[in-house]
């Protein structure tokens, strides 16, 4: 007797016996080419290191829209931070960092001054657009263990609260990041930009003074924070003041 097996099930009877071997085509995924004879811009000797927001929620940034994308956005698609998030390092950045030799993170910007280590304490909830908690500074703490970098962690001068922004460093900052880590601890961001939004319209270099020192009073006292360096301020420039 002869039984005729259709071209198709034999493929399939041979696939699954292992007689025929399996290749999938596959798409062009990208193209790459490396230019050994043409270098690219020298890194300056006087290269110091580099400066992120201390979070992107607390830049107060809008959803994506489309011409951001080249594509329709997801559901409150916001930009990914640079650093990656709490769990999942990026590890690809701080491998750019290692590359790039010695250098100082300085995590600072308007958003250190929009984000708040306890929103519910603070005396104005709120100007916190976004929190900040232990697993945020581990991830500070580990681009600094991963790189060999020292940082530069911006507090809130916005809330001009010296005992209020001293428990993020007694409560989080000290329990997850080495004062070996940390270059110093920057009071304030452009804070002569606070004119008008959480200062007076007259808020001078005399009254930024006043309230820097409150908090370096206050921090040089607890055993705590004073293990930490202070460093700034960081000024927009005062430069139009009438």
């Not at 769990?87 to 300085?106: E, S, T, V, W």
């Not at 910007?109 to 657009?129: E, I, L, M, R, V």
Request: with cysteine; net charge positive.
């Amino acid at each position: 007797m002869t039984f005729r097996i259709p071209a198709v099930a034999w493929l399939g009877v041979a696939l699954a016996l292992g007689i025929m071997p399996v290749t999938v085509a596959r798409a062009q995924l990208a193209t790459i080419s490396v230019r050994t004879n043409v270098l690219g811009r020298e890194i300056p000797r006087n290269f110091v290191g580099l400066s992120l927001e201390v979070s992107e929620s607390g830049q107060g940034l809008h959803p994506l829209h489309k011409n951001q994308l080249g594509r329709a956005p997801l559901l409150n698609e916001q930009p990914q931070y640079a650093l990656g998030r709490p769990g999942a390092p990026n590890q690809g950045l701080f491998q750019f960092m290692r590359d790039l030799g010695p250098g100082i993170l300085r995590l600072g910007g308007n958003s250190q001054d929009n984000s708040c280590w306890d929103p519910k304490q603070a005396p104005y909830p709120s100007w916190c657009q976004a929190t900040l908690n232990a697993a945020d500074l581990k991830l500070f703490s580990t681009a600094a263990e991963s790189t060999g970098w020292r940082l530069i962690l911006g507090i809130n001068l916005k809330q001009n609260s010296a005992a209020w922004a001293l428990r993020e460093v007694t409560q989080g900052t000290a329990g997850e990041i080495a004062p070996g880590q940390l270059l110093g601890l920057e009071i304030g961001n452009e804070p002569d930009l606070f004119r008008g939004g959480g200062r007076p319209a007259t808020y001078s270099p005399e009254d930024h003074a006043r309230d820097f020192l409150n908090y370096v009073e206050a921090f040089h006292k607890n055993p705590v924070a004073r293990k930490y360096a202070l460093v700034g301020p960081a000024t927009s420039g005062y430069l139009s003041m009438a």
